[in-house]
């Protein structure tokens, strides 16, 4: 029954040349009020199909996550420090059905934002587990239209998306013009709640 202020996220989408391709980079930054913690997630995708390219998570804790997309196939390292630290790499290559999107590892409310949304329409896509090399379908409902706070003294209206995926229930508030994802309130399994809304 108790609120407490976790952190701050910020969420940035900017082109970046890869390989002498444009494409779109998303960087979500968390600092954690809680023993000063902080985590980067980066996610590159292409910016019309937003199909991931790759994935790259670390923390101040020294873990490191990276995953590299070939369609159906997916290079998965794990890091015990980060790339130039003295922790060994596990890579593991999988093979999986179908090419996926990361929705788990990072776009989460975007990728949902692409889809032609209106009230009641539904989805799903293939996605990767976020700890596992499954493939695993996320499934999306648009429940309604509504304002919602965007920020200090600022209001847009969005759409209200519910996903109940095996992360615990996400309900969205999404745009589909920037900055997209404008809130979301995360159920997780143990009953814990956590709110991202703008500041």
Known sequence: GESVEAGTWSDEVKSVKVNGHMVLERRQVARYNKNNLSTTLVNVFNPRTLVPISMSYWRDSGDFHQREFYGAKVIDK???TPPGGHGEARETEVRLAEPVFDFFGGMYGLLISAFPLKEG????????????NELVRV??????RESVEAGANRRTNAWVVASDTS???MVF????KPPYVIKLILTLPNGLVATYSMV
């Open 121 to 132: 329409y539904a989805a799903e896509l293939p996605a990767i587990d976020e700890e596992k």
């Open 173 to 176: 508030w999404l745009t589909q």
């Open 167 to 169: 992360q615990g229930n």
């Open 78 to 80: 794990k890091f015990v």
């Open 139 to 144: 499934k999306f409902r648009v429940l309604r």
